[in-house]
């Protein structure tokens, strides 16, 4: 086995990442994310919601049914916005 000492430290293999570099990294996994996942992938996330009876309010709000969420008030399909 090798000495630990012996490596290059200037090596591409071994070399540290910058701030920025990884800053950079960052930004690209957060891109990937938006791009795989729900309202994200359009760039926006949805925080509110309202029902054609008049509701409106955030997502912790909507009541889960089996075919997917519903207003709490009617039980009707919110929409985004």
Known sequence: MSDPKDRNPDSSRFRR??????????????????ERYGPASKGRSVTSWRCDCGWTGGARELKVTESGVACPACGGAPKAG
């Open 17 to 34: 990442l910058t701030i920025g570099e990884r800053a950079a990294m960052a930004a690209d996994d957060r891109a990937r994310d938006r």
